[in-house]
């Protein structure tokens, strides 16, 4: 296989095979490291992918598209990685307005409202728990706090954020 369909057709396979960015990550070093890049490049490139605004499968997807075939090799890569999910949704998008008016489309989505809520908050309390160590102190709480209010007042999130590691700067020198 030449380079550009090596990059298309591990983008599209990891995007078809993965759902979420961290599981693509270690799919993506399996097929990556040793063929198209250096461990260390790849290392560098989750970093950057992880820093950077925005989706973290495009961003590798350029990063390692790039490494691999300079800027052509960022198209190539990016169409593998962008098609899987496009296809997907105009998918999902027909079936949903073929049943749009079915009673029990409703019921389906009503159902999956609590289960997406629930989904969401074990995984802030995972990523809470960890990130302190499976100790929860004060000063944690103080900022938990201090971020759900700004997020009630409407506060924009990257600020929440921002606000966040400054004040985690200065309570836990």
Do not use: C
């Not at 490139?45 to 605004?53: D, I, Q």
């Amino acid at each position: 296989m030449n380079k550009w369909t090596q990059l298309f057709w591990m983008f599209l396979k990891v995007n078809l095979l993965s759902p979420s960015g961290p599981a693509s990550v270690g799919l993506l070093y399996k097929e990556a490291v040793g063929r198209l890049m250096t461990e260390e490049r790849f290392v560098e490139a989750v970093g950057f992918s992880n820093f950077l605004p925005g989706s973290e499968a495009l961003k590798l997807a350029m990063f390692v598209g790039y490494a691999a075939g300079g800027v052509a090799g960022v198209f190539v890569a990016l169409l593998g990685a962008v098609l899987p999910p496009t296809v997907m949704m105009f998918v999902v998008a027909l079936v949903l307005q073929q049943f749009q008016h079915e009673n029990w489309l409703a019921g389906f989505v009503k159902g999956m409202s609590p289960a997406v809520a629930a989904l969401i908050a074990i995984v802030a309390w995972e990523l809470f728990r960890v990130g302190q160590n499976k100790s929860i102190g004060r000063r944690t709480l103080l900022i938990a706090a201090l971020s759900a209010i700004a997020l009630w007042l409407d506060v924009p999130s990257p600020l929440v954020l921002l606000g966040a590691g400054v004040l985690g700067v200065i309570l836990f020198r």
